[in-house]
Structure formats: structure tokens, C-alpha cells
């Protein structure tokens, strides 16, 4: 019973998937240019490390599409599409992903998106990292990113507030039960003020029965070439007491910041287990299309360094 169920999830997330595409590559043909972009994506993703801390990292072809819906007193909705079909190395196959695939609607005192998109919760929910090899704490506490549902959006002159409500099921769509009600507010704007700071709470099932009650204080902040992000979330997970810690220091070199090493360190706790892992990470800006991407990554429990190396290229069609 349980594999037809699956089976039958899958099913319906390709399906979905190919409509989106097809929905996507429509409009994008019949939209006007001034409206609407669309850009080609590539990676190729090689090392032992692969896929263990980020599922989008792996080599892949896919396709990035906005389209901003607009009326007389501006923009009204903005659709994206973020999809990509990936070369599965454990089971052999390809297969396909889906990173945004959302409508997000617009007015004077908030944003409203349905669709996939990202969770309100952590700095995840506030800063765009499919593409990178360092994963936020999101991937240790949720096991993915962006979530089936919908959620909110208020902009203020001092941060923002967010709210969400989702299948807790990443990219697949479950609905057996499991759900995630997420929300977080923040004070700073990292592209005015150089920092970010946020209050987060989530509540709900995740798929596989997984009960979570988190609460999550994290914070940004840029100064010259310095970055510094730290993340803390407390509570409980399927039943136990949970905490998890992420920091992540980074500074860039060259001119116009092509080059980067950053430093990331993740602890978690559940029950009486407990795992750290030690990250390096080293990303070189070839020029506007074409990035490389390097990253080792320690466990505790592990004597050797995993290694991997990530090119990946993006631009417009």
C-alpha cells in the first residue's frame, strides 16, 4: 500500500511538473518581452559529497521564467517557474525538480503567493540559495527548502513580515495529513542596511509523520568584503527535544567580489543523538554566466574530507 502511494506521489509531481513546463515555455513565447524573462540554466555537479545536504545539487538542465502581470497602476502579479530535470547518480535515471513554480499577487498592503515557494521560516525564507553548495538550516531542519502552499508578504520601512502555510513535504506533493504553519518577522534590510535579523516559529507535520515545533532567531549582516549568517532553532522534532546551530562567515577577494571563501560550521541536536559537520566552501565569478563552485565538508564522525565541485551556468535565452 505504502509503495503505491508513492508511486502515485510521483506520478502526480511529474505531471505537474511537465504541465508548469509547458504552461512556462507557452507564455514565455507569447508574452511580451518587456513583461517577461526567461533564462537557461546548467550545472554539473562532481564529488563525494553530492546530494547529501542539498537535493537541487545535482547535474542538471533546466529552465528559469518570470512574467510580471501588469495594469495601469503598475504590477498586479508576478508568475514564476524554476524547474530543471536532474541526472539522479544513486537510482541512474533522470528525473524531474521543481524550485519555483508560484503566482504572486500584488497590492498596496501585501504580497500573496500559491504555488511552491519558500517557507516562512529561517534565512532561508528570506535569501534565494538553490543554486550554492552551502546549505541553510533549513535542510537540517525541515530536510527542504521550498514547500507546497501559501503564504504572505508585508514589506515595511523597518523589515518584513512573513507567514506560510504548507504541505511540509518539499517538492513532492503529499497531502496525507502533514502540514507547516511558518512564520517569521524581521528587522533590516540587507541591500539598505547590510544586516537582517528575524524571529521565526513553526508548527505542523512534515511529510513521513514527522512532528516539529520550532522556534528560530537568525541573523545576517555584510560589512565591506565580511559576510556573517547565524541561525538557531529550538523546540522539538517526532516527539524529542531538538536544536540546531549554523554560522557561516565568508569574505571576497578581486575586483568586483568574483572570488569568495566562506566557513560553516552545523550542530544538531535530537534526543540523545547528536551530529556536526564542518564546511568549506570556495566560489569563483568567471564572468556573468558562468560560476565555479568548490566545497568540502567534514563530519564528526567521519576521518576524511568529502569533496565537490560545482560549475553551473545561467543565462538568458
Known sequence: MAKARSKSNSNNFATIFLLALVFSLTTAACALANSSLLFKEAQLVIGQ????????????????????????????????????????????????????????????????????????YGLNSYFDSHALLLAPLGMTDFGFENDWGAGLLRDTNWGDIAISYTLGSGMSVQAEGNHLASTRISFGVINQRNFNIGLSKANGTLAQNIAVDFTGLDGALLYENYELRVENTSGAKSGLSYHSFLVRGGIKFLEEDRLKLELQQVNSEQGTMSDQATFFGLTYIFDENLTFRLMGQSEAMAKDIKLTFQGYFYTPW
Open 49 to 120: 559529497g553530492q546530494s547529501q545536504h542539498m537535493p537541487m545539487q545535482e547535474s542538471s538542465l533546466g529552465i528559469d521564467y518570470l512574467n510580471r502581470l501588469s495594469g495601469d497602476s503598475g504590477d498586479r502579479a508576478l508568475l514564476a517557474f524554476q524547474g530543471r530535470f536532474v541526472w539522479n547518480n544513486g537510482k541512474n535515471r533522470i528525473e524531474p525538480q521543481i524550485y519555483n513554480s508560484y503566482i504572486k499577487f500584488k497590492n498596496p498592503f501585501t504580497n500573496l503567493w500559491l504555488g511552491h515557494s519558500q517557507a516562512s
